[in-house]
């Protein structure tokens, strides 16, 4: 039809038919390549370099003091100056600094770290610093694309591609590499506490390390820190200077789907459990307001209660329904 309309208003256009198709634009057959630019634009900014020494004085007089420079990554977490990064990183250091993508440099101070999920937070005194893109509802799946943004062996920012093979808890309870997320995106020295983003640039974690086996010629599996727990454990270090985790002390293996609760099959002598007089075979499926959906969710609820904090087991117990009262201490280990 429009060629048709075109004839009709151009009659110059009747005796020159390549003319009529050079008006008519072409359509590309060639698809749009894929690309994760927008994600890194977002992202990369908020990513920094980490820069610490540790000073260690000669014993013998005299001599100078020697000192370590290591390197590792970061990611700007709010508009406050607090950084999320990696203990490994920052274990140790007299001096830690802050070097952004636009070249600005800073000194950090560290608030607080957390041996058992192996994050530290920094802080920085500054304003307008990019933060990462953070989506608090955000969940992984196993299949996820996801991208580790990061300073390898002091090369630059450096990204690197893969998925999440297998997904991690929220919960304060995670103490294991099985708990994070693993993928297969590369983790290289300097890469720790770097983000792991999604395709949109959102957060998904902060990258940890890589599984190593000295006996095994494993490549390719990775860990990083879920986004929801790793804000949990930032979140209570600005809060408090450390995380705190309660305690209950019980060991438990089973999950019984009748009763909707777990079976306690041990009690830690001299534990908050054995306090309160729980006992092994008794079946847990309430604390406090919450219905147990797993073994992992009530590790969690008890985890993330404040210790010295009094909450209300309910269990069946020879086919007794008992409300037992539990003073959670905090977990020292």
Do not use: C
Not at 191 to 219: C, E, K, T, Y
Not at 245 to 252: E, N, P, S
Not at 253 to 269: A, D, L, S
Not at 288 to 301: C, F, P, V
């Amino acid at each position: 039809m429009l060629a048709v309309v075109l004839l009709l208003l151009i009659p110059e256009l009747r005796n020159n038919t390549l003319a009529l198709w050079n008006i008519i634009p072409k359509q590309s057959s060639q698809p749009t390549a894929l690309s994760y630019a927008k994600a890194v634009s977002r992202a990369g900014p908020a990513v920094v370099n980490i820069y610490t020494r540790d000073i260690q004085s000669s014993p013998n007089y005299g001599e100078y003091p020697t000192s370590n420079v290591r390197l590792g990554s970061g990611v700007i977490m709010d508009s406050q100056g607090y950084i999320l990064t990696n203990f490994h990183v920052v274990q140790n250091a007299n001096l830690i600094s802050v070097w952004l993508q636009n070249g600005q440099q800073f000194a950090a101070e560290l608030i607080g770290y957390d041996i058992y999920t192996d994050l530290a937070v920094l802080k920085v005194e500054a304003v307008n610093l990019p933060v990462i893109p953070q989506k608090t509802d955000l969940k992984s799946f196993a299949g996820d694309v996801v991208l580790a943004i990061g300073n390898p062996l002091n090369l630059g920012q450096t990204v690197t591609q893969g998925i999440i093979s297998a997904t991690g808890r929220n919960g304060l309870s995670n103490t294991s590499y099985l708990e994070f997320l693993q993928m297969d995106a590369a983790i290289n020295e300097g890469n720790s506490g770097g983000a792991l983003i999604n395709s949109n640039g959102d957060l998904v974690g902060i990258n940890s390390r890589q599984f190593s086996n000295p006996q095994l010629n494993i490549q390719g599996i990775f860990f990083a820190v879920p986004y929801q727990l790793a804000k949990k454990v930032m979140q209570k270090i600005i809060s408090h200077g450390r995380v705190t985790r309660g305690w209950l002390g019980v060991v438990a293996n089973r999950y019984i789907n009748e009763f909707k609760g777990f079976i306690i099959e041990q009690v830690t002598p001299g534990s908050p459990a054995y306090q309160a007089g729980l006992q092994p075979g008794d079946i847990v499926y309430q604390i406090g307001d919450k219905q147990i959906n797993s073994i992992t969710h009530a590790l969690d609820i008890v985890a993330e209660t404040k210790p010295n904090t009094s909450l209300m087991f309910k269990v069946y117990r020879k086919k007794r329904q008992l409300d037992i009262p539990v003073t959670i201490i905090e977990y020292n280990q």
